[in-house]
C-alpha cells in the first residue's frame, strides 16, 4: 500500500510560509545566530579551520560525545547523531519491527510515530489518553494491552500535542509495563526538556530495550540544524548506520559545530525558552478563561503545546484554514492528528509574544464569528 499523507507535514507545507503569526507549531521561538553565539560564547571565526570532509556514519566525534555527555552517562557507543528525529523514527521503525508486529502507541500522535511501521504492515494499537481527565496517561488500560506482547510500545511525554506528562513513578510503572511484555520502548523526548513546575523525566535508558531520541527543534529553538540524536543498544545503532547509507550518509559538518555548542551549553539555552514560555503560556490561560463557551483548555506539563477543544464548532479544519488564508494566523487542526480530533486543534505557544498575542486575538475573532453562523 501507499504510504499515508503526514497531515501535519502537509498542513504545515500549505501554510506554515505564508502566515503572519504562527501559533500552531511545537517549538519555542527560534534563536539568531547572534544569540546562539551570546548563550554559548563562540566566534564564528573558530569555523575558519573548518575542512569540508565528510563526518562520520554515527555522528561527529566531539557532537558524538557532547549528546553521550548529556543523556548516556558519556556512552557514545549507544549514541547516534540524527537528521532531526525524523530520521531516527524512520531508521528505528524499519529495522526494529518486522511487517505483522504489533505496535502499542499513544494516541493522539505525531502520525511518524506509527505510520511509518503501518506501512510496512505492522499492527498499530492505539493507547488513548483520557481527554476527559486533561489527556491523562491510563496505565491500568496499557498494561491491558501490553498483555498481548507487542513488539513494541512508543510513547511520548510531555506529549505532543497535548502537552501531558507523566510523574517520575508513572514513568517506572510504563517501564516496568514494556518490560513484562519483553517490548522495545520507544521514549520520544523530543519535548522533554521543558517542563513546568516538575523536573524533566530522565530517558528511561536503565531498560536496555529502551530506544530514545530528541531534537534540537523544540526546547532550544533551533529548528533549522535540523539535527537530532537517538540512543540505542550498540547492536541496533550499527543496522541504523547500515541503512543510512542508503539515504543519508551523516549529518553535515558545519551544522554539527552549532548542535555542539547547543547541547554543552543545553541548560543555558533551555532555561531561556522555559521563562519565555511559561509567560507566553499565563497569556493563553487568560485567553482561554476569556472563552469558556467557546474553549476547553488543559494547561500543559510541559512543551509550548496545548491540544484546544472548540466547543460547539461544526468544523474546526474549515476554521483553521480560515484562519490561514483570510488572517494569516496558523493553528493545526486535530484532525492532523487522527480523525477521532476534529474538535480539537494544536495551539503552540513557544513563538514570540507579539504573534501569540496576535494570534489569540484573531482566533477568538473566527470563534466568535462561526458562532453566530451556526
Known sequence: MDIAVARLEAWMRDYYHAVAHDIGSSGVRDLSMGELRELCGFDLAELDPMVFHDSESYGGTRLRAALADRWTDGDVDRMMVTHGSSEAIYLVMHLAVEPGDEIVVVDPAYQQLHDVAAWRGCRITRWQLDARDGFAADLARLRELAATRPKMIVVNFPHNPTGASITPAEQKELVAIAEAAGSWLVWDHAFGELTYGTEPLPLPTWYERCIAWGTFSKSYGLAGLRVGWCVAPPELLARMALLRDYIALYVSPVLEFFAEQAVRNA????????AHATE????????ADRLPEHVRFTAPAGGVTTFVEFLGQPDVVRSCRRLAEEHKTLLVPGWCFGDDYRDHARLGFGGTTA???????LVEQVLREDARVR
Open 355 to 361: 504573534e501569540l498575542t496576535a494570534g489569540l486575538s
Open 267 to 274: 541548560d543555558r539555552i533551555v532555561a531561556l525558552q522555559r
Open 280 to 287: 507566553n503560556l499565563r497569556l493563553v490561560q487568560e485567553w
